[in-house]
């Protein structure tokens, strides 16, 4: 495997005499994308933002790219996109401002159409943000994250309420960064997509790891122990009849 670029051990939050994260440890690889699933409440958006810098942690040891997150968090900054949960883009600014804005604030020159491009809004450069649906805003987001050219980018819950074309236009953008060379950390509540994207996952309940390995190692894992799904006796689903009704290109015009 390739070098460890988050190093994360025994991590502790408490909020009050409520504690979040119990001490959990685990390493993120260079280019991979790793996956944090859990049930709400389990600590996943607690655990990134304290990664992230955003939210202090009780205590444990946080390395990012060999930056101590106690005394250099301004530099572990430079090197992470983050992408906010609420949006809040200047609302008279269409995209293309926007980015340009972003390109200022992280003295970046970056061309605004080719970043577009690259998350298949060419043809909004001239739309607001609230005039782009779901998947768009979301694509927009993302997108936003990638301008200071982060080497880590923290993606939370980013295909929650996402139709299904929506949601595989997101995946294959993931992909795409990562084929970049970035090393991305996703959540999801979608096992679908942790099986197709993630390298790595660390599913966590209650503020503990209860198993962290690639997705197919711990689905043989379980069918070790003997776990056999109930047959299933067809060899599509739903959602193989809703895309090959509706396409599998986007439909948010
Ligand atoms: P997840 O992202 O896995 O859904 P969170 O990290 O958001 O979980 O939350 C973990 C737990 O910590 C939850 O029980 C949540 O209610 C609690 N929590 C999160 N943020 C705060 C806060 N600022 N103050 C108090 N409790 C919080
Ligand atoms: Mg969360």
């Not at 994360?8 to 408490?14: A, D, G, M, P, Q």
């Not at 309420?161 to 999801?188: C, F, H, M, N, Y």
Request: proline content about 4%.
């Amino acid at each position: 495997m390739a070098n460890k670029i988050i190093s994360v051990r025994n991590l502790v939050k408490n909020y009050g005499s409520f504690q979040a994260v119990k001490g959990i440890s685990f390493d993120v690889y260079e280019s991979e994308i790793f996956g944090l699933l859990g049930p709400n409440g389990a600590g996943k958006s607690t655990t990134l933002e304290i990664i992230e810098t955003l939210r202090e942690k009780t205590s444990g040891e946080v390395i990012v790219d060999g930056l101590n997150l106690d005394k250099q968090p301004g530099e572990i900054k430079k090197i992470i996109g983050v992408q906010l949960q609420t949006s809040g883009y200047y609302p008279g600014l269409n995209l293309t401002q926007l980015i340009e804005l972003f390109c200022g604030l992280y003295n970046r020159d970056i061309s605004p159409m080719e970043l577009l491009e690259m998350v298949n809004l060419k043809d909004k450069a001239r739309s607001k943000f609230k005039e782009l649906s779901g998947g768009q805003k979301q694509r927009f987001s993302v997108a936003t994250t990638l301008i200071n050219q982060p080497r880590i980018i923290f993606l939370d819950e980013p295909t929650t309420g996402l139709d299904p074309q929506a949601r595989r236009s997101l995946w294959e953008l993931v992909k795409k960064i990562r084929e970049r060379g970035a090393t991305v950390i996703i959540t999801t509540h979608y096992m679908d997509e942790a099986e197709y994207l993630c390298n790595r996952v660390a599913i966590i309940d209650s503020g503990k790891i209860v198993a962290m390995d690639s997705p197919d190692k711990l689905i043989d894992n379980l069918l070790a122990t003997g776990f056999e799904r109930p047959r299933e006796m067809k060899l599509a689903n739903l959602e193989d009849v809703f895309i090959s009704l509706t396409g599998h290109s986007l439909r948010e015009e």
